[in-house]
């Protein structure tokens, strides 16, 4: 499978999916500046710390991939209003345990994650648009986004089984 750049629209904030081997996804939050330069912010494994997971960011370029993994969708949360307190919403909303196992134990996921700073951002205004309860503004989301990269997930192994995974490009849509 090659690579295939994918555009973004600029000072947004998306919800990335990725495929993983076990059936699962990795989620992450794309964000983009004002020249849609964009930077993934999400919670992954960490070796060698006294922890098990950690938040991390790097900047990216879009893609229908990463490392070997397919993208499932970009999928941009409509109506966000950038937050000067983005990075410490990430780095504070949980603290990781000594083990991946133990973060499971207790809900601690690269999806739970984004959820808690999706709600932190709506309590703090990001969301001015979204009205009603946060919890509701949460669900929402989530259902969203594992129903979408289901349905990527599925088109992505269909083609592959077709020997046409280079004509597989990830859903770029606003939710």
Request: aromatic share 12%; charged share 15%.
């Amino acid at each position: 499978m090659y690579y295939q750049h994918v555009t973004l629209e600029p000072d947004s904030l998306y919800i990335c999916t990725v495929q993983l081997a076990t059936g699962a996804f990795h989620w992450a939050i794309i964000i983009t500046d004002g020249h849609s330069r964009a930077v993934r912010h999400h919670w992954y494994q960490v070796v060698g710390q006294p922890y098990a997971e950690a938040y991390g960011s790097q900047l990216i370029t879009p893609a229908n991939r990463t490392g070997n993994s397919a993208v499932l969708g970009y999928y941009k949360i409509d109506g966000y209003i950038p937050s000067p307190a983005f990075e410490d919403i990430c780095r504070t909303v949980f603290t990781s345990h000594a083990t991946v196992n133990e973060n499971r134990a207790h809900g601690i996921t690269c999806r739970t994650w984004i959820l808690a700073v999706l709600k932190a951002l709506h309590q703090q205004g990001s969301f001015p648009n979204r009205t009603g309860p946060v919890a509701d503004f949460i669900s929402a989301v989530e259902t969203q986004i594992k129903t979408m990269s289901t349905q990527a997930d599925n088109k992505f192994l269909t083609l592959f089984c077709q020997s046409l995974v280079h004509q597989y490009i990830p859903p770029v849509m606003a939710i």
